[in-house]
């Protein structure tokens, strides 16, 4: 029995004949395709006779593609839809909000089938996969099917050079660290081919950074039965990777707000990038004082460069989703005013520990900084980086999207 066998057998035998059962599942089809393209014109149309050969027959389908190309990709894929027998739709985006990760969940958006599969438009992902993933799920009763190069039967042979190996294999030893239990049970957490139940994600809780929608997924909205499926990383058919150096810092910003979307695990970042801004200060205290600037303006003006430095790391890593709403000179002043603050606030908070309360000098200014420290996260996170409002996230309102069935 082969693997559609299996996934028909789960439709009530009274339905009759396998193909009168696929052809009775209404238009547009059991599964959307969804496909993020950006400048693949090359590889269009041999992708869309690979889906032709190997999936309607066998599982009724849609493909649409979300498109962010330079290029003349679009109406390549409207001329080699011509011949194909199944919808296609392109939804071309004036502006990549979000970059692939972005297209895939204005994808996910689009989709009208129970099964949505998600895969790249380079030919590197075989379509011929697609129905033993839904099988998959359907057998499992799972909400998310994933493609693995890393279990038995699957390569990752088509990723040349070893660079890339190297930095796929770091990539997924980092994820799979830094989210042990979200990524339980998923070999391949950076595959970007992958099935899921369209009632099992909610689209607008997604923040898509780069090109790893499928860490998104399984951190922010996993479903809760997951299994894989291994598969054969296919050779590029035509033109070059879209990897760059640019798309790896993208990702590891991706990880850090993936890390830090607990107000427990912000606190956190938030001490260690503050712990970081010693450097700053105390080479500009350096710099200053060696020039014959006085100790006490120097230390002012020296704590202004780890304030710039705290400010910057804590923009593009802890509240880079939360920058929307406010202009960035409006929330660098915020930013300034709450930490020097937190100096003007401590000497008094030291002399209340020691007067008051009978501390001595060591204990009461170890709690004036935890104190001040506590408040200087809460006063940033509430007054400067206000939690954006229901229907105003990113992107939503800037760009445009521009739907048309091929």
């Not at 209404?26 to 032709?52: C, D, K, M, W, Y």
């Not at 027959?57 to 190309?69: H, I, K, M, W």
């Not at 660290?177 to 391949?188: E, M």
């Not at 929330?331 to 209340?352: K, M, Q, S």
Request: with cysteine.
């Amino acid at each position: 029995m082969n693997s559609f066998e299996s996934f028909e057998s789960t439709v009530p035998d009274e339905l009759g004949d396998p193909a009168i059962r696929a052809a009775e599942v209404p238009e547009p089809g059991a599964v959307t395709i969804v496909v993020p393209t950006f400048n693949e014109s090359a590889n269009i149309r041999e992708l869309l006779h690979q889906i032709t050969e190997s999936v309607p027959s066998r599982l009724p389908c849609e493909v649409v593609f979300v498109d962010d190309s330079t290029d003349d990709t679009p109406e390549v894929i409207s001329q080699a839809a011509q011949d194909c027998p199944f919808p296609v739709t392109v939804l071309h985006r004036d502006e990549p909000v979000g970059g692939l990760g972005g297209a895939v969940v204005e994808g996910l958006k689009a989709a009208s089938s129970d099964w949505i599969v998600v895969m790249d438009g380079d030919c590197q992902h075989p379509p011929s996969l697609v129905p033993e993933l839904v099988a998959s799920g359907e057998r499992a009763h799972a909400g998310l099917v994933v493609a693995s190069r890393y279990i038995k039967g699957g390569s990752r042979e088509g990723l040349a050079g070893g660079y890339r190996i190297a930095v796929s294999r770091g990539a997924t030893w980092l994820t799979k660290t830094l989210f042990p239990r979200k990524l339980r049970g998923i070999s391949d957490p950076m595959s970007g081919f992958f099935a899921i139940r369209r009632s099992a994600v909610t689209a607008d809780v997604l923040q898509p950074l780069g090109y790893k929608i499928l860490l998104e997924l399984a951190v922010r909205s996993r479903p809760r039965q997951v299994t894989e499926v291994p598969f054969v990383f296919q050779d590029r058919f035509a033109g070059e990777s879209k990897s760059t150096a640019q798309e790896g810092f993208r990702f590891l910003r991706h990880l850090v707000g993936l890390r830090t979307a607990s107000p427990v695990a912000r606190m956190v970042v938030f001490g260690l990038i503050g712990a970081t801004g010693f450097v700053p200060n105390l080479l500009g205290l350096y710099a200053l004082t060696a020039a014959g600037l006085h100790y006490v303006p120097a230390e002012i003006l020296a704590n202004q460069l780890g304030v710039a430095w705290n400010f910057l790391l804590i923009e593009h890593l802890l509240f880079r989703e939360r920058r929307g709403h406010r202009h960035w000179w409006d929330r660098a002043g915020r930013f300034a005013l709450l930490a020097n603050a937190d100096l003007v606030l401590r000497i008094p908070l030291i002399a209340l520990f020691v007067d008051r309360f009978g501390m001595g000098a060591l204990s009461a200014t170890a709690l004036a900084l935890v104190t001040t420290f506590v408040l200087r996260f809460a006063g940033t996170e509430a007054l400067v980086y206000l939690p954006r409002r229901s229907g105003k996230h990113a992107g939503e309102s800037r760009g445009r999207t521009t739907r048309r069935t091929a």
